[in-house]
């Protein structure tokens, strides 16, 4: 699933490519991915893109008459800047025309939605419901949620209500750099090792930024290319493989019903 790196770098990519564009229309082939703003979707004239940004997993695209297009990328989507006559890749579900070129949104497992609000209003309300953000979140404000909770600390991380942006690749190589066992419960941390937790979370979520994110499935760039950072994981599908810090070899558990990986050794 594309998680924060990810998005952060579709976002970059798509503000240099569409910002200040004319949009001439949008052509739904499945209705379902619309998950809010259908008939203002169909009744849709030219607009001019406005601002791109990124909160938690949603790309956001402001248009000039003040609606927010808002997309969620569930495991397998792709959003693909391409020519207007380039072919149609498969699982192909919305388009959207801006004159010699398009963006395309592809959905293979179609987890992925769209939504559409008609003012900045109604985006706001939608996404209030998300957590800070990842590489926003205070130290204090951190310290705060993991104090008071009784989850286990991967269930916390992965929780958008608390912190969005996070999913299980970041969860657990961030884990990892701080030498926190992913189902310790998040009360039971230190002061010293939230800290740690907090810097290793900012520091792995930068650093898969500047590598384009990872990927592992589905992901590419709108340029089509892939990301890099999946060359710099640590523990994430690395099972069997020996820890780079101690030797001993990644193990992977279930947790929630999701893989989970970890260095037995240095993660307490």
Not at 86 to 95: D, G, I, K, N, V
Not at 118 to 137: I, N, Q, T
């Amino acid at each position: 699933m594309p998680e924060l790196p990810e998005v952060e770098t579709i976002v970059r990519a798509l503000r240099k490519l569409i910002v200040g564009r004319s949009l001439s229309g949008v052509k739904v082939y499945r209705a379902d991915i619309i998950k809010e703003g259908r008939s203002l979707i169909r009744r849709m004239g030219a607009e001019e893109i406005g601002e791109v940004w990124r909160r938690g997993k949603y790309v956001i695209i402001e248009l000039s008459s003040g609606k927010h297009l808002l997309f969620h990328l569930g495991m397998t989507g792709r959003l693909i800047y391409s020519k207007p006559d380039a072919p149609l890749e498969s699982h192909t579900h919305l388009r959207m025309a801006l004159g010699k070129g398009e963006v395309r949104f592809s959905c293979q497992r179609r987890f992925g939605n769209v939504r559409l609000f008609g003012s900045r209003k109604g985006s706001e309300k939608f996404l209030s419901a998300l957590g800070p953000d990842a590489l926003e979140v205070s130290l204090s404000d951190f310290k705060s949620l993991l104090l008071r909770s009784k989850q286990k600390i991967k269930a916390l991380l992965l929780d958008q209500r608390k912190i969005a942006g996070l999913g299980n690749i970041y969860s657990d190589e961030a884990l990892f750099r701080a030498g926190i066992h992913p189902i310790r419960p998040a009360e039971s941390l230190s002061q010293e090792e939230i800290k740690t937790l907090h810097r290793a979370i900012r520091n792995t979520l930068h650093k898969a930024i500047r590598h384009f994110g990872s990927s592992v499935s589905d992901y590419m760039r709108p340029d089509g290319s892939v990301g890099e950072f999946q060359y710099f994981h640590q523990v994430y599908r690395r099972e069997g493989k020996p820890c780079g810090k101690c030797g001993a070899l990644i193990k992977r558990m279930k947790f929630g019903g999701r893989s989970t990986y970890f260095c037995p050794n240095c993660q307490r």
